[in-house]
């Protein structure tokens, strides 16, 4: 079938933006999204996997409407130094799991008096040491439900609502997309705005081991991200079968923080190690994902020329030799840092594209033809004759 005939009717779409999975390093995508709204850089798509969930949701529909606000206030996720350097565990983010401990976790957000320890995105919220040092001393008196038998160490993401505007989300004119794993029927899944909910927002980000996998409907999910840390299928997939719904963008941004090879190294100690072992797979992963696409799906195959602007912003080629080792640490000092180093890059992106990001190539609202949301082949899949299914 030629690709004409594949193709479905224009969506008015033509800029996307594509945020990759994770955590916390993920300050360099806030950083790098700030300095895109000082430069009134805006996006008809927006997909995204893993943590690039959050950031992508805070640079579109923050809770309260401030977007550069919001992104600044990621930085605030950090425990501070002065508490890190001897406990490195960000108990701020990563939280006991069980219903006991989700009872006492809103019993204490109730509170007058320790609410603004729980409300990360509050104008109100306490910063500094002294605070982060009350937010510990809770976290520990939280009781828990975790056993040899738990599915997972954390309670799943605990402060989406707090954080997102959902209802300005589905009113809204950007396309936004994000990715979970279906465990219980083999399959990737993308959802559209229409139907994004904390709950999809959860699914989103259950890493296997650190959460659970987290049940909507009749099917338990995963992170995407650990799958398929590029969410580009559901955009521009040439399969017959699962046409991209939007497949006559013209420019696609990415932005990309595990595709380094700077990022696998020598651990400091044993809670290192294991950090290692999760990041180590997903940078060979992120590579893939973005050196499959260039090759196979971004051909033109009469010009063998690409069919679409890849410009991938270096937000990690700020990084100071030094401080690599410290690069996936929760400490406030490299949240801070990395957000610096990620606006620096944003800056110098919107330097050399920002005029041709202004331009306005059509109306950001029209409606995709094709639903619903088409999966995406996972890498067992690429090549062989799986059909991709749709969600």
């Not at 007058?112 to 809770?138: H, K, N």
């Not at 959902?166 to 465990?183: E, K, M, P, S, W």
């Not at 923080?257 to 072992?277: H, T």
């Amino acid at each position: 079938m030629s690709d004409a005939a594949m193709r479905p009717a224009s969506s008015g779409a033509r800029k996307a933006l594509l945020i990759g999975g994770g955590a916390p390093n993920s300050t360099l995508i806030a950083g790098a999204l700030a300095a895109f709204l000082d430069h009134g850089i805006e996006f008809d798509v927006i997909s995204t996997a893993g943590a690039g969930a959050l950031m992508g949701l805070l640079y579109t529909v923050p809770r309260g409407g401030d977007r550069r606000g919001a992104l600044e206030r990621w930085m605030e996720a950090g425990v501070s130094d002065e508490i890190y350097r001897y406990f490195p565990v960000n108990y701020k983010v990563f939280m006991k799991p069980g219903g006991t401990a989700d009872i006492y976790r809103q019993w204490l957000a109730a509170m007058p008096w320790t609410r603004p320890f729980f409300d990360a995105f509050g104008g109100d919220s306490p910063s500094g040491p002294q605070a982060d040092w009350m937010r510990l001393m809770l976290a520990s008196l939280s009781p828990s439900d975790l056993t040899p038998n738990s599915l997972g160490l954390c309670a799943h993401l605990p402060f989406a609502e707090e954080a997102i505007d959902f209802d300005a989300l589905r009113a809204g004119n950007t396309h936004f997309y994000i990715n979970a794993y279906n465990v219980t029927q083999s399959r990737m899944e993308v959802w559209g705005k229409d139907v994004i909910t904390p709950d999809h927002i959860r699914a989103a980000f259950a890493f296997p081991f650190i959460y659970p996998p987290y049940r909507i409907g009749e099917s338990d999910y995963i992170e995407g991200a650990a799958i398929q840390p590029v969410n580009f299928g559901a955009l521009v997939s040439d399969s017959a079968d699962a046409p991209g719904l939007h497949r006559d963008l013209d420019t696609l941004v990415i932005f990309d923080i595990l595709g380094s090879e700077k990022l696998i190294r020598k651990p400091r100690g044993l809670y290192d190690a294991w950090v290692q072992s999760i990041i180590t797979p997903l940078v060979a992963l992120a590579r893939q994902d973005v050196r499959l696409f260039e090759l196979e799906h971004n051909v033109d195959a009469v010009s063998g020329g690409p069919k679409r602007r890849l410009l991938k912003v270096d937000l990690m080629g700020g990084i100071p030799a030094e401080h690599w080792p410290e690069v996936t640490d929760w400490s406030r000092s490299n949240l801070r840092r990395l957000f610096e180093i990620g606006h620096a890059a944003g800056e110098a992106f919107c330097a050399e594209h920002g005029d041709l990001l202004r331009q306005s190539f059509g109306p950001a609202d029209a409606a995709p033809t094709v639903q619903p949301v088409p999966n995406v082949l996972t890498r067992a899949e690429t090549g062989a004759a799986a059909r991709l299914q749709t969600a």
